[in-house]
Structure formats: C-alpha cells, structure tokens
C-alpha cells in the first residue's frame, strides 16, 4: 500500500448496534447501527447495553474513523449539512452473532458506496460533538481548495463519421 492511500488521521470509536423484535413472518430480528461512541470501549464486543420490549442495545465493537487529506471536501459538506453523521456498516458474519462492524465513515461518498453490497446493513448516526471537533479540526489542517475545471470537448469531425465508398464499387 502507498503511502498516499494511508490514513492521516485514524479515529477510534464503539459502535452501538440495536436489534429489535421483527413484525416480518421472514425474520426474527431488525438490526441496525445507531450510535457511535467517541473512543474505544473497554467493553467486550457484542455486549448488552440495554434491554427493554423487544429492543436490545449492543456495544458491536470498534471501528476508525479514517481521515485524508483528499477528501477534506466531503468531510466539509457532512459538517455543513446541518446533520453531521457517521456511516456505520455491518456486514454479515459467519460467527456467533449474525453481523460484524465492517466500518464507520464521516465521507458521504463512502458511506454510499457501502450500500452498494446488497448484504450490509449500513446506517448513518448523528456525528459525536468530539469526533466533529477532531473532523474539524483536520479540514483546518489538510483543506486544500480544488479549482475546478471543466474540459473543453473536441468537436466532432462529420467527415470522420461519413460513409466511405469503396474504389471501384
């Protein structure tokens, strides 16, 4: 891996998964990212938090929180949405409980790009204030404004895509 693909800035955080009593006569359980803590836990992955009707609380494990300076843009927008979240992405797991935390991210796009794998569960949760600090923060430090420049296209040549007879036809 290059050193450009590394991460300038890994944030460590928990994530809060919750599972509730399904009304669907083809599953049990809804499961879902709901929150993330700002650090790492010292609590065991797959922990109960809390139980109430149906609903059961989880601390999932832990993630980071991945930081580059190429897209300090898209950091930018989350922050200026007016509701900075975190992606959170569960991923289906051969294990002891039906999911793993596959990743959490502050970049929309990425975020998207999760939900391209028909079999994570991802969902976006309302960023902590410290991890927007620390995001803030970052986008200070690493923002680079990007001109944009919009290409000019090539006229097309109609000879080019005109009909050519043969000699001698």
Do not use: C
């Not at 992955?45 to 991945?66: I, N």
């Amino acid at each position: 891996m290059s050193p450009a693909a590394l991460p300038a800035l890994r944030i460590p955080v928990g994530v809060v998964v919750e599972r509730r009593k399904s009304d669907s006569p083809w599953a049990d359980f809804v499961w879902r990212g709901i929150a993330v803590l700002p650090d790492e836990p010292e609590t065991t992955p797959w922990t109960v938090l809390r139980e109430q009707e149906g609903t059961t609380l989880f601390y999932a494990g832990s993630a980071t929180v991945d930081l580059y300076p190429s897209e300090t843009a898209r950091y930018r927008d989350n922050l200026v949405s007016g509701n900075p979240s975190i992606w959170t992405v569960l991923s289906p797991s051969e294990g002891p409980w039906p999911y793993s935390v596959a990743a959490v991210t502050a970049d929309p796009a990425e975020g998207e790009a999760f939900t391209e794998a028909a079999s994570n569960l991802v969902e976006t949760v309302p960023m902590p204030e410290g991890l927007r600090a620390a995001i803030e923060n970052f986008i200070a430090v690493h923002h680079v404004e990007r001109e944009f420049v919009k290409r000019e296209r090539r006229r097309a040549d109609p000879e080019a895509l005109a009909r050519r007879e043969h000699e001698g036809g």
